[in-house]
């Protein structure tokens, strides 16, 4: 496996393999990669001839006071597991080679981005539609994996990839999660012990949500009331929101029906975590 860090190099290769006919997965991420990572990586390989995998903390994507610094790194490790899940190509760029000094073109997308993680990050969703996009064009692969756990994102990227006519087929994957329900995410390294154990609140409010609506409760504003009170059981939990919208839109629905999603941010100390589940 490959590791490269500049656009050039990765088209060279692309184009190589193009030309033998080769099909293309890409998964984007921004490193520090856990199984949550590798499931995409995996269904990548099983998808496509060759895969790459992008590892870039993107700058445009963090607001002022984000964690862009302090974000995990660990490119030994990353190298190691894409290798081991059959990967073909890392491309880790530094951030000169995605960002031009003088680079004034952004992608910006109304409606989808207007609730959860982008009404309360307003500029992250125009930096995650920039390096998205710009990835699309570096790679042009025939396939884009994304994970479930950033639902909005995976919403705002298929809707991304309709409007500006990219023709990649987009293919999220379901949540993994540690063996005590909460969702893997790369932040989770931030937490305590004794927020770890706290941080168990956002997986138990998800169960009670989706066993509500299993149940057949379709009442938002119910389903919702339930899982705040959940969360606001755990003293170490301050929720950023709990919603449901419609599943295509990102909306705010007050009957929840298919498509549909509910979503939570919740701030575990410090760290903010998300979760969610849809209903199809
Ligand atoms: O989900 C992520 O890790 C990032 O938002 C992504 C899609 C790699 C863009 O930087």
Redesign the pocket.
Known sequence: MKIVKTVAEVRAQVKEWRDAGLTVGLV???GYLHEG?GSLVTASVKGNHKTVV?V???PT?FGPTEDLDKYPRDMEHDSAYCEELGADLIFAPEPEEMYHEGNTTFIDMTVLTEELCGLSRPTHFR??CT??GK?FNIVRPDRAY??QK?AQ?LAV?KHMNEDLNFGIEIIGCPIVREDDGLAKS?RNTYLSPEERKAALVLSRSIRLGQAMVQGGETDAKKVIDAMTAEINTEPLAKIDYVKAVDGRTMQQVTEIKKPGLVAIAVYIGKTRLIDNFFVE
């Open positions: 984007p991420t921004m990572h992008s870039f903390v993107n994507q930096g995650v390096v998205v990835l994304f994970g950033d994102q990227l790369s």
